[in-house]
């Protein structure tokens, strides 16, 4: 390996116009593999000059990239040793006008872009020859490193792509540039470039796809116009190497599409066709007959010199060959005349040349200048569209959020109304039940009266027959005595009969008769009052039955009614019992919506997207005292509503004002904090969180019956005044002053300042005056000129001072409300002063030290 590279130097170091021989690089390569290194190949690839010849190195590449390709697999590493000494050569040459100085730093760039890559991803070999089972090894399951494989093949083809059309450009693509041997000489790496290429697109375009399986089409788009840019370039190059005759005996070019793979659809996959790049067996050019040919005069030359002509003596044919010497001394020096004015046309055209390339090199960085800010513009496009569709989405979703809360509040108001309406209706059916219970109160009275009177006449009936029977058994029986006695003083006369017995009899006789006269028409008068009284009972007891079935209709009749009430009650009761079940449900509606707000809020504070934003203290301030008394209203609609569940109105208000006051509190939070110190920002996007935290459990409590009446907002206030503290804090210091005491620090600084001028303009003075004793001529005059400068810059500063006391027609110092700015520009007239002071002392400090 060692005679094969010493071979390569001494045959090629001063020629431009030989490409290498074959079996030397081979056996360079074969060398490799026998060590199973490269140390002896760079053992004397370091001796070489490198930086003096520009061919040289260049046919150095072209070694070095095939024993890349084709050499042991232990090569990079060892290659990889000798990285910076190839970057030094590619800077070198690269800032040489020299063409071969071109394309060898483009060469080294690419050898190190390669070595590079493949250190990377050692499980692709050098020559590019992987499947696609390694290449899906290499790539791996994570979307990352796919991503940041295909840049590295981009750069990698890019790299490629660069070095053959710089090299295309230097030559005419006509057939007989490329049979020259100089031209060959520049054609000749083109070969392992278009093996290279080949396996790269089919790299890309497989990456792309699994690329595109995975992301959306918009994050790929600038690997796609990347990718067509590439595949129109390496589509040029092919072409044009395929017409070249240089080519045509070497390699076979494989034909690339007519357009590019459309990566938007995966089906797309299956139409691609790997191209493959055929090597014959013999692609070098038989350099032995070259070097046999150049080689003969040479030999023939020596024979001459060595044994002489063949004859010794001039004749004819001597004569003749030195009339042809004359003639070719003189067409010599006619071609040296063509050759210097070609040589003259050359050079200008290679300046021309290079002025046009350094127009065009100049035309390709606008380009990618513009190209550049044509990118810039487009993210910021697209960062603006996204921002304006966030702002849609969140405007909508704000919008939609105010209709629901304006449906709610209709339904809210007609439940109220329905609500109103059967307070009434229950009113009123308590009135009519109320009026039904002392009719029904009234009539069982009434009835019980019935029964009492009832039972008194029952009573009384049988009384009074009781006392008639009574009454007519006495008689009877009094009567019946009178006759038993009568009939025993009859008996006892009859006894004793006397004379005037007859008489007696008759007598008594008569009596007798007229007392049961008088016993019938009074049993008669008894009958007729007995029948009286049972008529006048028959007539009580029918007005009795009849007063009591219409009491026992008016019962039924109550009882219906009572029915009827008691049904529309429970009625009530049951919707009164919906319309609870109803305002708790908006209630539950009310808090989800809140908790959905609250929690778009915090994610905020985890967007990439949000970091970018600001905001001021002053603002954040506003909106966590908003967000205060947006607590305090919760709470009392709390209160209200767990004294009176069947309005839920208040509660419901307070809690779509907190949520939206709240979560613009969070944001505006978060970011107040991204321009905050480090402290600050740290415990205001904990407060932030903290906030959003206290916020969510509290809306969990108001979510459940059992949890309700102890939710209490009192955390949230804690937190909301922990960030108002945190605002406040981060304000602006002058904005804690109050306006008489900012007046009285003004007047104390502008006293110490109109000090501060006197004793500059004393010190100005002695160092005048000491100046004027050291120096003298120009120095003193300058001097002297920034000296008058400076007693301008103080009067200048005086009436700074009398504008900021009586500027804009203020009176005193804490007068008017631009104070604040008149301070300010006060202030930056005494630095300009200080500054112009402390500048001229040290210039009179250095011409004295001068």
Known sequence: MGNG????????????SLCFLNNTTTGIILGTHREKGAYTFWSYALGFPLASSSILSWKFCHVLHKVLRDGHRNVLQDCMRHHSSLVEIGKLWSNLHDKYGQLVALYTKLLCTKMEFHVKHPEIPPNLEATDE?????????????????????????????LAETVIRQLNTSIAISTLTSGQCRLAPLIQVIQDCSHLYHFTVKLLFKLHACLPADTLQGHRDRFHDQFHSLKTFF??????????????????????????????????????????????????????????????DIFDQTFGPPNGGLNDRDLQIESLKLDLESLRAELGRVKAEAQRYITQLKSQINSLEAELEEQRAQKQHA??????????????????????????????????????EQRYNKMKEKHTELVASHAELLRKSADTVKMLSATQQTQEEVERTKQQLSFEVDRIKQEADTKYLEFYVWRLEACHTFLDGLSFRHSRPSASSGFSLCQTTEQM????????????RLMRSVSEKEAELSCLRQAAQVQQSSLQQERERNSRELGELQGKLQEKEQLKQKLLEEQFALLQGTVTEAENIIQDAVAKLDDPLHIRCTSSPDYLVSRAEATLGSVDKMKKGHADYLSNMRDAGGLLRALTQFSHLAADTIINGSATAHMAPTDHADRLTENCRGCATQSLQFFRD????????????????????????????????????????????????????????EEAVRRIDEMMNQARKDTSGIKLEVNERFVFGTSNYCCFACSGTHLCCQGCGMGSHRDGVSLTGNYILYRYIIQCISCSIFKHHCQINYDSYC
């Open 5 to 16: 590279t010493c071979c390569i130097w001494n045959r090629q170091q001063s020629c431009d």
């Open 134 to 162: 390694v290449l899906e090894r290499t790539a791996g399951t994570d979307i990352n490193n796919v991503f940041q494989l295909t840049v590295e093949v981009f750069d990698y083809l890019d790299a490629e792509l660069r």
């Open 239 to 300: 072409n044009k190497a395929r017409d070249m005759l240089y080519f045509k005996r070497l390699i076979q070019i494989p034909k690339l599409p007519d357009s590019p793979p459309n990566f938007l659809h995966a089906a797309s996959l299956a139409k691609h066709v790997k191209p493959v790049v055929v090597i014959p067996d013999e692609y070098e050019p038989d350099e032995a007959s070259t070097a046999s040919i150049q080689a003969q005069p040479q030999q023939l």
């Open 371 to 408: 190209l550049v800010e044509n990118e810039q513009l487009r993210m910021e496009l697209e960062a603006t569209r996204r921002r304006n569709a966030e702002h849609e989405s969140s405007q909508a979703f704000f919008i939609e959020a105010e209709k629901k809360a304006q449906a709610t």
């Open 513 to 524: 008769n007229s007392s049961v006269t008088a016993l019938q028409a009074e049993k008669e």
């Open 702 to 757: 108001l979510k459940s019956k059992t949890t309700l009446p102890r939710a209490d907002p009192a955390s949230i206030r804690v937190i909301v005044q922990k960030i108002l503290h945190l605002g406040q804090e981060l304000r602006p210091k002058g904005m804690d002053i109050r306006q008489d005491e900012l007046g009285d620090l003004v007047e104390k600084e502008m006293a110490a300042t109109s000090a501060a001028i």
